[in-house]
């Protein structure tokens, strides 16, 4: 077990929703479920302070992410008032990365430049595009659409239009994950919810074709690539192929999470998937425009473990999962089997729950891999 970096207080009194590291790891973006955001910065001392707290959303605030350093200091919040807002930090405090940032400014919010709200239903991932694309922004909803914007001008933030809108799942899509290989065509991994998940959606959105609820509800995992400006699916995940009676290998149950493996010389693409039936891992190669699963592989089934998130290293050869259990674990190919060589537990004093409220006290921990 590593030893702990250090421990975060975070928003008290209240639920943190999403956590994300911009892309050196300095800087840190957190959402909760009172429609704020705090950023901290990592100074030179090695501790980790709050540099902006600031009312993002009047609904609770599931998603922030960051672009691209090389667009500036933007984040995305989405929220359940539907709406996905671009930030921007306010350019009078910015600060170069080898020194330390501003101490804390309190209630300070950094410049709306964009508000989106396309979605009729609640947003349930946002997930920003390589950079080498530019400027994009993909939403996902519970009513099974997803949307991919774009700003074409990086100095006009302001400025966003769709790009694409589909249709993909009547049940709701539950995560993305941009493929980061610029040698293939541009491609989004879409994870989505079972039956089971459906939520009470607006009356207009009721109105479902039963054709389409029949071809596509049963395929929670899917690939949609970019082809003649146009978005159109590539590959449903499942293997042994469809014509096979058994699919060893396919989500039929809610998608929770997606991440595309870094390429780093591979010949081959790697994707990670999870849910309640454990942690898929699927290789991918794409060829003469068609999209072939060389193999898949399944680890942590079984038992009532529900996988929550994954995410890869820099290199793509250790996998990161966290689940219901308060569990981080961490997972390399070792002779062709992914095996767990590391574990982080949450200590039961972590947890402080108040009964009475029914409120948690919410706190987090960096630790050092």
């Not at 984040?75 to 921007?88: F, P, R």
């Not at 430049?113 to 939403?139: M, N």
């Not at 219901?324 to 200590?347: G, Q």
Request: hydrophobic share 35%; net charge negative.
């Amino acid at each position: 077990m590593q030893p702990l970096e250090n421990t975060i207080e975070s928003f008290p009194n209240t639920f943190v929703h999403d956590i994300t590291f911009d892309w050196y790891a300095k800087r840190l973006a957190v959402s909760s479920s009172d429609g704020k955001i705090k950023i901290y910065s990592k100074y030179a001392d090695g501790q980790w302070r709050p540099n902006y707290h600031f009312q993002a959303h009047d609904d609770i605030v599931n998603k922030v992410k960051w672009a691209h350093p090389d667009f500036g200091s933007i984040i995305a919040t989405s929220s359940y008032d539907k709406t996905v807002i671009i930030w921007e930090e306010p350019k009078t405090n910015t600060f170069a990365q080898y020194q330390d940032p501003p101490e804390l400014v309190e209630n300070k919010p950094w410049n709306i430049r964009a508000k989106l709200s396309d979605s009729k239903e609640l947003i349930e991932d946002i997930k920003f595009a390589p950079k080498y694309k530019g400027l994009l922004l993909a939403t996902a909803s519970s009513d099974g659409i997803f949307r991919i914007y774009e700003a074409p001008d990086i100095m006009n933030l302001g400025s966003w239009h769709i790009v694409s809108t589909n249709k993909v799942n009547s049940n709701g899509i539950s995560a993305l994950s941009w493929s980061q290989n610029n040698l293939n065509p541009l491609m989004l991994a879409i994870g989505c919810k079972d039956d089971s998940q459906t939520k009470k959606i607006s009356t207009s959105s009721k109105i479902m074709d039963e054709k389409f609820k029949s071809l596509h509800d049963d395929n929670l995992l899917m690939i949609y690539n970019e082809h003649k400006e146009e978005w159109k699916l590539l590959k449903y995940m499942t293997f042994p192929h469809l014509s096979e009676k058994t699919l060893d290998y396919q989500h039929k149950q809610t998608v929770n999470d997606l991440a595309w493996g870094p390429v780093m010389g591979r010949s081959f693409d790697i994707l990670a998937s999870c849910g309640k039936e454990g942690i898929f891992i699927w290789y991918l190669k794409y060829e003469n425009g068609v999209m072939n699963i060389i193999k898949a592989g399944k680890i942590m089934e079984g038992g009532d473990i529900v996988v929550w998130r994954v995410s890869w290293n820099m290199m793509g050869t250790v996998l990161a999962s966290s689940d219901n259990k308060r569990v981080i674990k961490f997972w390399k190919n070792l002779s062709d089997r992914w095996e767990c060589v590391n574990t982080i537990k949450e200590e039961d004093e972590e947890e402080e729950v108040k009964k009475d409220s029914g409120v948690q006290d919410m706190k987090f921990l960096i630790r050092k891999i």
